[in-house]
């Protein structure tokens, strides 16, 4: 059998991780269309003022949808590593089956385009949906009298240019994989619940908290700016990202030790959530990034009303694709969670009691993820109150807030169902 008809014949076997998969790539290339044709609506762009943000003259929504376009590069790149990351079982029997390197890297590079091209045909046609929803908002808001259903060809073959890019950038990322990784280290890569600390000096865990407390300091001290801001946010995350990494597990050690030796449903949901958030680090920063970002190009576009609807819009895209991702990288870790919440039920825990376990991880997680870069937001919007209407301020923190929590609710939903399948599966067939 040919190495491109096995990797559709594993395709149609691992039909479940591959949908979710191909679901985040066709909503990514949507919104990555979305964008490329406000760069390109040629109605649209003539109507925009002739301000520019430098002596190139390039209008700071075009500016802005590169940045949408970019990020939406990175996350099909995340969605796509984290994909990879879960077929080392796979990789290593092939290698073990006599399975040439560039034989197991064309076999990832088949599935992945052709996962791709689906994708895209996918993504190409909801894109163009939301794109004349969007463009006719705009109209409407601004005024404007271009025609209803226009979309500019150039979106379409520009959004195939970027995610033929992404498609070698994925090429070569998967033979380095199969390239750097042993048998060994396949086989027993996703058992791990912890990593390594491969850091050359080990800094005590004081500094990380130092540098994080350091990053707010500095935001509430510094003029109201784009700069200041990244800045001190900059220095924030490398503390978060410290705090996570190499504070957190000896802190939930030592709460589990202290308060919860009692409470075995703690000790486990405390276990899973240390796994889920050490594995959410670059997420969580690029939340905490782009939505200081976003925030300080809201306030600084307020009085452009164009300028203003494409931040908007932005800010809704970029922080809608980080949560479809939490949700993708719990629905691609369950599968490792299965076995787990089975050998618990045969050791006498009950339905309820693992549900409970769920639960537990689901609230701590995204209390976690949202509380530390919210701290930060809300300094923002602090800095920012003299710049900012009060209605635009609780738009934009309660709208941030209620998606936090209706995805929290989603990831729920989809856990409980997927790692308890078969005790949701065998209440039915008592019943």
Known sequence: MGTFYFSLKMLKKEVRESIIYMMILTLTIAIAFLFFNIIDHSYLMKQFDQDIINAQNI??????????IAFCAFMIIFANNFYISKKTKEIAIMTMSGSRFIDITLYLFYQNIVMSLVAF??????????????????????????????????????????LLAILIAQLIYASGFVYRKDISY???????????????????????IGLYCFGLVMLLSAKFSIGGVLTACGIS????????KYYLEKFLLSLKRRKYMKNPLKIISLSHLYYSLRRSVLLMMLYDFF??????VLT????????????????IVILFLLLASLIYRYLMEVNMRKSA??????????????????????????????????????????KA?????????????????????????????????????????????YE
Not at 59 to 68: D, G, N, R, T
């Open 121 to 162: 045909l996918l993504g190409s046609f909801l894109g163009s949906l939301l794109a004349i929803g969007v463009n006719n908002c705009i109209y409407q808001y601004l005024s404007y009298s271009i025609p209803f259903f226009y979309l500019p060809i150039q979106a379409y073959w520009h959004t195939l240019y970027c």
């Open 385 to 429: 109150f003299q710049y900012m209407t009060i209605s635009m301020i609780i738009g934009t923190l309660g709208g941030q807030i209620l998606l936090i929590i209706v995805t929290a609710w989603l990831t729920y939903i989809f856990y409980k169902k997927s790692a308890l399948y078969f005790l949701i599966k065998e209440k039915k067939e």
């Open 59 to 68: 209008h700071f929504s075009s500016v802005l949808s590169l940045i949408v």
């Open 291 to 296: 939505g200081c970002l976003m925030i300080c």
């Open 300 to 315: 600084i576009c307020q009085n452009n009303p164009r300028e203003w609807i494409v931040s908007i819009i932005g800010f």
């Open 341 to 382: 919440f089975h050998h618990l039920y045969k050791m006498g825990y009950s339905y309820t009691q693992l549900v409970k376990i769920i639960q537990q991880e689901i609230l701590y997680y995204y209390l976690f993820f949202i509380g530390l870069p919210l701290i930060f937001m809300i300094v923002i919007f602090l």
């Open 237 to 244: 995350l490398l503390g978060l990202s410290g705090i996570i």
């Open 186 to 208: 396949m086989l027993t890569q996703e058992k791990k619940n912890s990593k390594e600390d491969i850091r050359l000096i080990r800094f005590p865990s004081f500094i990380y």
